[in-house]
């Protein structure tokens, strides 16, 4: 009973976690940070205060609040990982993040959430601000700004990331690295694992069709 | 101006220096960004407060990115997590085991663990602690965990 709101089915805390192990493997392996997750947030959240809340009325029957206490820290640590792993994409590329999200259109899903968006912007402008009271304003005056779109580097959608099949897939482009080779089509079969350039399957990812690993 | 008099042998002139000049803005802007970059992980690596050693070495205005740093980074991490907030400089290993062997680098006095009791940290003093309550006393050098 861990729904916390999100409109589709309620998932079992088991599921919840798996979901959550899910989004934060994608997140790790990913080069680029990928769609938030807020309803997953939300609900292991909850989960998490629902345990402790559990755990303090609970006797001290040494061995099921210590596995319980160990279950709670392994879901806590999963959890902060998958925060810090999004915060270090955000800071790193924060211009670009910053662009994307604004250029998302009306009912795409949102890479940031609410407050990684305010925080994003609070990093981008205390930046700026530094940059420019430390240095940019003793330049001359056609240097005083920074292009950080252009000089911050984008995240290489080249690399390359293993990753497990989930659901089948059916003729995936592949396109060429070297201008000798030509573009080809592959079939994922599910189960399988693959190792392959990250933007040639980067909606797979967001749709759930692969796992990266 | 100068290339608007037409004065066309200066134009190589001009440009030269000025890639010159955004060369040196770009090795400026690199260095100082580099520096913010560090002064960011010492948020992660020591907390909110700073060692005196490493705030002398910090320009005031780089205190002040950094003080901004972490009032943004606490509005984060307090509207994560439900009433408390979630402190994501903690849990930064996975746990292995609840409870862990530590010995007493130095002074610290005394301690708070889960249900009430304290615990004196004089320095060489050994204790058997819950793991999580450690982690940053750790990260600051005051305990030592005792890998047996």
Not at chain 1, 9 to 26: D, F, G, K, M
């Amino acid at each position: 009973d861990s729904d916390g709101g999100s409109e589709e089915l309620v998932l079992t805390p088991a599921q919840l976690i798996r979901s959550l192990e899910q989004a934060w493997l994608n997140e790790k392996f990913a080069p680029e940070l990928l769609e938030s997750k807020p309803e997953i947030i939300e609900c292991v959240v909850e989960q998490l205060d629902h345990m402790e809340a559990n755990l303090k009325r609970a006797k001290t029957g040494d061995l099921k609040v210590s596995v319980h206490r160990m279950e709670i820290e392994r879901i806590r640590y999963v959890l902060s990982s998958y925060l810090r792993c999004r915060l270090v994409k955000i800071e790193k590329f924060f211009p670009h993040v910053l662009e994307k999200e604004k250029s998302q259109a009306e009912g795409e899903p949102s890479i940031l959430s609410p407050e990684e968006f305010a925080f994003a912007k609070e990093y981008m402008a205390n930046t700026e601000t530094y940059l420019k009271n430390v240095a940019l304003k003793h330049m001359p005056p056609n240097l005083q700004k920074v292009a950080l779109l252009k000089s911050v580097p984008k995240p290489n959608l080249d690399s390359f990331v293993f990753l497990r099949v989930l659901e089948r897939q059916e003729n995936i482009l592949v396109e060429p690295e070297t201008d000798e080779q030509r573009e080809y089509t592959i079939d994922l079969e599910e189960g399988s694992q693959h190792l392959i350039r990250y933007k040639t399957i980067a909606p797979l990812v967001a749709s759930g069709a692969v796992q990266l690993i | 101006s100068e290339a608007k008099s037409g004065r066309t042998d200066l134009i190589f002139l001009i440009r030269f220096r000025h890639c010159c000049l955004l060369r040196n803005q770009r090795c400026i802007v690199a260095y100082l960004y580099d520096r913010l970059l560090r002064i960011r992980a010492l948020r992660w690596e020591y907390g909110s407060i700073l060692p005196n050693t490493i705030q002398f070495h910090m320009s005031a205005e780089e205190v002040e990115w950094f003080n901004r740093y972490k009032k943004s980074l606490a509005t984060y991490m307090r509207s994560v997590g439900g009433e408390e907030g979630l402190d994501l400089t903690q849990d930064i290993k996975p746990p292995k085991s609840l409870y862990i062997e530590v010995r007493c680098l130095r002074d610290y006095g005394e301690f708070e663990i889960e249900d009430g009791t304290t615990v004196l940290l004089k320095k060489n003093s050994q204790h058997f602690l819950p793991r999580w309550k450690c982690e940053q006393l750790i990260r600051q050098g005051v305990l030592e965990h005792i890998l047996s």
